[in-house]
């Protein structure tokens, strides 16, 4: 009883903590450009302020027109990561893939070389294929960089389920394929929701790749975002930049409040 | 007995790996290769690269800017597993079974769901010279108000890994949350009926549970603190005068700042060959153990 | 039933791909009206492309890189030899400039020049910045004469009446200033702005040596150089500098009050107005005096943002046409109206009466016009100063060891580069 109570206070108040950062952007962007101080961080700012440089970062800058390309991004590279990630993981566990740590490995290294050495010859292969601003393109190398983080996840997932399983599912004379589908997917939900999130705020909020490697046609929102913190005049100020910042986090942070119920189970445990 | 014929399965275990394999060497591995290629070159970014052999190897070791870079690094990746690895874990087992645990969760996700502009902005906010830090610090009559948090060395790195857990204890609290999940029920139970309880039943039946989930957190936390760069860049810059760079800021700065493809290259090789070490190291006993420690069945939905 | 479902799927899959694919690379093929335009200063170019729509029939079609430019310089070196280089692009005088020439990717426009100057649109000045062995290369899209910004506020509080016009009465001035509790200048660290009281200091202390070391045939660790840090350290013990690691944005600090003087370029106005403040009643701009008197002339730093064509663009002829009439006085009031900058074509209408006081007075002959040190130095050697200043402004002592760094740097590149 008393370490639930004790649970709780502590989740509060360290919650509370947390959001304190979140306070101080939306305190400053609900400020006009006039209105802001440096030295005045954390007074409050107003509504109207707030809701006139949203209505500016609507009408003066181009941000909207990135939102649809983001949005294609963060939804299908994500299911394409996933899927094959999951692929990878039950090859290497499932079916017992011959020297499966050293492909696994292979696959887990895509992840380890920096990603902005690769973007140079990533544009030069995509300006002389006809991939370059393009949104297949896109997709493709968002896909290949989710991948390694996907792989490893259900990797580790599907060795935490029991052998039996497959063994059983072979012996009722089921497919591999249909094993895959019919049994392994639907049981790793939640790992299957954790990658699909995670990657899909990394690619919502991807700037340096998109940057490069798109123009116009499939430019997605981040680099017109950062364009707009300009260094030698021009720009709509800086609290409209600040609003703009905020809104384009709307949606990861929605994806997230909505993908908690898969997160909810936790009857294992019970009380301690 | 494992199943009936294994030639069957591994052909079918191609079908599933080869997608996966095929699209990391063409798209990752090339470019590698092409970088080795560079940090034997003098390339400027214009022009022919010219062959200079190891020398951009000898430059790098003989500055000591690297050789600061290089520590910065390393107190990174003991700090990430420190601090974002060990509170992800203590907030997952908080909140794991506690009614409106996932809500009670949701302040630690919403920072990973920032755009990097909102993150650049709220950090200078807090700790720039005079900042919201300072200013709190003041109101509330604690010393401490004059520091000048980012250029001094090494309270920028630390200030920054700090900065940096905001965002990466969500993250791993949700994935600690994931094992927690697929821990199975009757081991547990079996062992709560016996007497174990609290920290007890943590370390001998979840902690060892958890292992999956702990290798993945730690795994990558390795790999991404060697590769640190966006909060750095964002933060400091890699300054003043380059005291808080690491390998990933190095990197960057001396290819597309400073023209020295050749040198950066080398940079990236060296970050590249220390985080496939560590990985290979850590992942090929945690993978062998973890996989070999027996399954349980997954606890019903 | 499964399979065909999925197949069919997979075909409508497969045509909305092709279709994306599609739609993009019509897109691609500019028609000879529309040029393609990659850009890294974040400026808002409509207006500019309106009018050229409606003198010659010309649209820009922009894309803008400017948060990042170092990735925005490496896209571009990659880009100019491929089918996806940009018609037209913004780049750097100095260094960068005769890196681009060296390759043969900017196309020559000693023509276009030609005409500009017999037309009176541009002083010869401007023309050596964009002149590399002989011939042209590029136009400018503006060009910026650096002064310094001043509170009228402040300076009305401690009783100076006039803008100091020698470097003794702007210490005078300083020291006033200072001891009514108000800091005199700005400063900031990091990139880009840590080379700024360098560049002043140096300049006006002895140009020749200034134009030597970025050349290569003079060094960091002279001894001129040494007495000008030495100077620079004696300012800042003085207190005259505001913090260098502040981050708040240089605007908001001007109208915060955290420095009564900013040295800034002529592109400043723009960004003030968006924090409220106005020219002629807020702040004004004065001329940055010479330190030490160099033959009568007063030197200034000029930037100027370049506009180049490449060289292999399908759309050159279209290109060039445009880059004449950027030059125009047309084009150059509906540019400096749009920025609120000061025009560089005389025959231009500059956009409000400080800047076109401020204007005259640093292109007439008493002015010695010299390269931005941003865009003068190399770029290896620009990123070891810009780094070695903000040490020396961050903790200051002796500036030695700083000089010593940013000089080895300039020796390697020099080394192997003439």
């Known amino acids: 009883m008393i370490s639930r109570i004790v649970r709780y206070v502590v989740l509060g108040l360290l919650g509370i903590f947390w959001l304190l950062p979140i306070y101080l952007l939306l305190a400053n962007a609900s400020k006009s450009n006039g209105s802001f101080s440096g030295t005045q961080l954390w007074s409050a700012g107003n509504f109207a302020d707030f809701w006139s440089n949203v209505i500016a970062v609507f009408t003066t800058t181009d941000i909207g027109s990135g939102l649809g390309a983001s949005t294609i991004y963060a939804i299908v590279a994500p299911v394409i990561a996933v899927v094959l990630g999951a692929f990878v993981g039950f090859a290497v566990i499932v079916l017992k893939l011959k020297h499966g740590f050293v492909w696994f490995f292979v696959v887990f290294c895509g992840t380890v070389f920096p990603i902005q050495m690769m973007v140079i010859p990533w544009f030069s292969f995509s300006a002389n294929t006809g991939l370059y601003d393009t949104i297949v393109g896109m997709i493709i190398i968002y896909s290949i960089v989710a991948l390694p983080f996907s792989a490893f996840v259900m990797r580790n997932f599907f060795s935490g389920i029991s052998e039996s399983v497959f063994e059983a599912s072979v012996v009722d004379g089921a497919n591999v394929w249909q094993i895959f589908r019919r049994i392994y997917l639907p049981m790793s939900v939640s790992a299957l929701v954790v990658v699909f999130i995670l990657q899909a705020t990394w690619v919502w909020n991807d700037f340096l790749l998109s940057l490069i490697l798109t123009q116009s046609t499939a430019r997605p929102v981040m680099p017109l975002l950062n364009a707009l913190q300009g260094t030698e005049g021009g720009g709509p100020g800086y609290t409209v930049t600040l609003t703009a910042a905020l809104l384009v986090s709307l949606p990861t942070a929605a994806l997230f409040l909505f993908t908690q119920r898969f997160f909810q189970k936790g009857l294992a445990l019970g009380q301690y | ?301 | 039933m499964n399979a065909r479902k999925w197949l069919a799927v997979a075909v409508v899959t497969a045509a909305a791909a092709a279709t994306l694919v599609g739609c993009s690379s019509t897109t691609s093929g500019s028609s000879s009206g529309t040029l393609s335009f990659a850009e890294d200063k974040g400026w808002n170019y409509k207006p500019l492309s309106a009018a050229a729509d409606k003198d010659i029939d010309i649209s820009l079609k922009t894309t803008s890189y400017s948060s990042s430019q170092d990735a925005f310089q490496a896209l571009i070196k990659q880009s100019l030899r491929t089918p996806k280089a940009p018609d037209i692009f913004t780049w750097h005088t100095g260094s960068q400039l005769e890196a681009l020439v060296q390759q043969g990717l900017v196309s020559d426009t000693s023509s276009i020049w030609k005409k500009a100057i017999a037309n009176n649109w541009v002083s010869p000045a401007i023309e050596k910045m964009y002149t590399i062995k002989g011939k042209q290369y590029c136009v400018p899209l503006e060009v910026d004469y650096w002064g310094m910004f001043y509170n009228k506020k402040d300076f009305a509080k401690v009783g100076i009446t006039t803008p100091p016009t020698t470097w003794n009465d702007l210490m005078t001035d300083a020291a006033t200033l200072k001891s009514n509790g108000i800091t005199p200048f700005y400063s900031q660290g990091g990139n880009p702005w840590a080379f700024v009281w360098y560049m002043l200091l140096m300049s006006g202390t002895d140009l020749k040596e200034y134009n030597a070391i970025n050349a290569g045939t003079a060094k960091y660790t002279d001894p001129e150089v040494k007495t000008v840090m030495d100077t620079w350290l004696d300012m800042i013990k003085k207190g005259y500098f505001s913090d260098p690691g502040s981050k708040t944005p240089t605007t908001t600090s001007f109208k915060d009050n955290s420095s009564a003087m900013q040295a800034y370029g002529t592109w400043y106005p723009g960004s003030l107005s968006q924090v409220g403040l106005k020219a002629g009643s807020d702040y004004g701009i004065f001329p940055i005096p010479a330190v030490s008197d160099q033959g009568g002339k007063t030197p200034v730093a000029v930037e100027t943002a370049p506009v180049c064509v490449t060289s292999h663009s399908a759309n050159k002829a279209t290109a060039l046409k445009y880059s004449q009439w950027l030059m125009s006085p047309a084009a150059q009031s509906t540019w400096s109206k749009s920025q609120g900058i000061l025009p560089y074509n005389p025959k231009a209408t500059a956009p409000n009466a400080t800047l076109q006081a401020f204007g005259k007075q640093v292109t007439s002959s008493s002015y010695e016009a010299y390269l931005r040190y941003y865009e003068a130095a190399p770029a290896p050697v620009l990123t070891s100063a810009l780094n070695n200043f903000t040490g020396f402004m961050e903790n200051p002592g002796d500036p030695t060891k700083y000089l010593q760094t940013i000089q080895t740097a300039s020796a390697q590149y020099w080394a192997s580069n003439k």
């Open chain 2, 1 to 301: 007995m494992t199943s009936s014929n294994p030639m069957r399965h591994q052909r079918a275990a191609w079908a599933f790996m080869g997608p996966g394999v095929l699209l990391v060497l063409l798209a990752m591995y090339i470019p590698v290769v092409y970088t080795i290629y560079l940090s034997l070159t003098d390339y400027t970014g214009l022009g022919t690269p010219n062959f200079i052999g190891l020398q951009n190897y000898v430059t790098m070791f003989r500055d000591p800017a690297f050789l600061t870079s290089l520590m910065n690094t390393a107190i990174w990746v003991v700090g990430t597993l420190v601090v974002p690895v060990g509170m992800g874990l203590l907030v997952a087992y908080l909140t794991f079974g506690l009614k409106g645990g996932s809500w009670l969760r949701i302040p630690f996700l919403i920072p990973y769901a920032l755009s990097g502009v909102a993150i650049g902005v709220v950090f200078n906010f807090i700790f720039q010279n005079g900042g919201a830090l300072s200013q709190a610090l003041t109101f509330l009559g604690v010393p401490g108000a004059q520091t000048h948090w980012l250029e001094v060395a090494p309270l920028n790195t630390v200030v920054m890994i700090l900065a940096s857990s905001w965002q990466g204890i969500g993250v791993n609290a949700l994935l600690f949350v994931v094992g927690l999940q697929s821990i199975p029920k009757e081991p547990l139970e079996a062992a709560r009926i016996d007497g174990a309880s609290g920290w007890r039943l943590f370390t001998t039946m979840v902690w060892p549970m958890l292992r999956p989930s702990t290798t993945i957190v730690v795994g990558l936390s390795i790999v991404n603190s060697l590769k640190t760069f966006d909060i750095v860049e964002t933060m400091t810059q890699g300054g003043p005068n380059r005291v808080s760079e690491t390998l990933g800021v190095t990197m960057y700065t001396d290819t597309f700042q400073s023209d020295q493809y050749g040198l950066g290259s080398a940079v990236a090789i060296l970050l590249t060959i220390i985080t496939v070490a560590a990985s290979v190291i850590y992942l090929r006993r945690q993978l062998t153990i973890g996989d070999a420690s027996g399954k349980g069945e997954v606890a019903e939905a």
